[in-house]
DNA sequence: CGCAAGCTTGACGACTATCAACAAAAGTGG
DNA sequence: CCACTTTTGTTGATAGTCGTCAAGCTTGCG
């Protein structure tokens, strides 16, 4: 809860460009560490914060009453979280790894937007740029077999995670994968093996996947539309 | 393509109250309607338009290469449509019967947030709850059973269609629900009519569905959240 | 009246979840 | 530094859910 100066934010710049620093409400941040699991607000709460991702990674889920769980996005160094309107959270968010957060009022980002419309600009963008990547995974969960939504996945998350690489090893597990792609985890792991006795990726270490054929995952992947921002 | 004050916008404002009439955008709108079937914009296409439903209704959905179809969201009076921050348009919007639209261009509705903050924070909500419908719709075909994405949709639509029925009869063919929940056609029918046969609904015409036994359904959707606005 | 589009129903098979056992890593504490 | 426990990943056997195919039935419309 100390203030900090931001020594990782220089990274998390490096990720997005410069046009998305959260503009003038960097002055009202005030900088967080979690551990490892840790929560970070849960659906039903009070929405009072919202939060820039500096270091680390975080899960966004949503869970059922009998424990099913859906994860609904991971969140990457430069990323925001929990700047929809809603004066409620409607999904948890927990940390994969020690993450470093910049937490900011929502009171306070809301009376900005008031006057700042390069902040309001930035907000519409990210809520944009969710939407979009809501809209992939729908058809991912609705309309496509294992394999195609693995190779999607794969493919997705390849170029963030050379971004994020420097932060942290992947810290991702199976059943992260399999909670975010609607599968059971020994799906995922029977199809990422086939996928590596296919010569298409590299599993070195558990948690740890390398592309090695991108061109045959695309085919795999079995989709048409251009891939987000 | 010609000017026209708009009769049917009282009813549009109706559904979603005073906050959601696109402020002063209505002056620069153009009405426009569009046959059953017709095509409003195509994935891919640059997005020079965006729109408020006033009357009908429309699906918004991606297919893959292989003609596989998603369907994203249905729209009803009083919705609004494209107002998202890309160039281009990553999904398909088709009417489902006869609609009639206003029309924006994008230029000068972003011209607009420069400037009107209230504006601004309309489309904002808007987004913002097109994103929570998009998270639920997430969790729904990723953990749910048929019946269970059945008895959601069903709920989800209930209170919806009741306020536009007005507007024209519940125009939403069984391919239609089976490709918004991820399901085949003959699934969806296989289960309305179980749940005809436990008393929960009544299938007067084709097309036409009525709750009856709103609460069996409720515990059927097997769900947590607060159902978003 | 007859055709076309949509809906219902059944039979069958494919895909993927579940259960279970084991292997491999990663912590933990002596 | 090494047993020990816990967590995570792999692999196989089995079963259930849902998609596919096909036929017949309704409904609405020309």
Not at 15 to 26: D, E, H, K, Q, Y
Not at 208 to 223: A, F, P, V
Request: aromatic residues 4%.
């Amino acid at each position: 809860m100390y203030q900090r100066t931001h020594e990782t934010d220089a990274s998390a710049q490096l990720r997005l460009g410069a046009g998305n620093s959260v503009t003038g409400l960097n002055a009202h941040g005030v900088v967080v560490v979690c551990r490892a699991k840790q929560e970070i607000f849960a659906a039903g709460a009070m929405a009072l914060y919202c939060y820039k991702v500096l270091d680390g990674g975080i899960r966004v889920l949503k869970v059922c009453r009998d424990g099913r769980r859906q994860i609904l996005e991971f969140l990457l160094p430069g990323d925001l979280l929990a700047f929809g309107a809603g004066d409620i959270h409607a999904t948890t968010a927990e940390a994969m790894t020690r993450t470093t957060l910049m937490r900011f009022p929502r009171r306070r980002m809301e009376a900005m937007l008031e006057t700042d419309s390069t902040l309001g600009l930035e907000v519409r963008k990210t809520l944009s740029s969710q939407l979009l990547l809501a809209q992939c995974h729908i058809l991912l969960l609705g309309r496509k077999s294992a394999e195609e939504r693995v190779a999607s996945f794969l493919l997705l998350y390849a170029e963030r995670q050379i971004a994020a690489a420097a932060s942290s090893d992947r810290p991702m597990l199976r059943q992260d994968i399999a909670d975010y792609l609607g599968l059971s985890g020994e799906t995922v792991s029977r199809v990422l093996n086939q996928m590596k006795r296919q010569g298409l990726v590299e599993l070195p270490a558990a948690a740890n996947i390398r592309i090695l054929d991108r061109s045959s995952l695309e085919t795999l992947e079995g989709d048409d539309w251009e891939r987000p921002v």
